[in-house]
């Protein structure tokens, strides 16, 4: 019981103080889209939700190589700028699910451009960085992430 306690006023404590990392930019739509969806993992999350509501463990296990502090951090981010909704259903224990927004399904076109663009030009980078651990895993998952 302490433990809940003490894990309870953590996440109190995370959400009071987390504050954005890199500010969304407001001086231009190109970076405006791309200060929303910047970091490595929230275009990788937003592919996984785009077919079906998740819940966190669930995407723990779909993206492995980011840590459980990245990804919640960074569906946090997703769910404050509207781009993904967070479920929560009032049952013992309490259960959430993540959703993509209609509004985070508006980035889905330029997800496709991006898994496209990657997959035509994936030949030339994989001569350059074919040596690099995150190379390997993604091979080696077959994940379609990095």
Known sequence: M????KSSN???NFEAMYERKIPVDLNCPLRLTISLIDSKWKTCILDELRHRSMRPSELHKALPEATPRVLDIQLKELVDDGLVVKTIYPELPPRSEYSISELGMSLIPIIDSMLAWGEQHMEVFEKKYSNTSIASITRNNNTGHF
């Open 2 to 5: 302490h433990n809940s306690k």
């Open 10 to 12: 953590f996440a109190a």
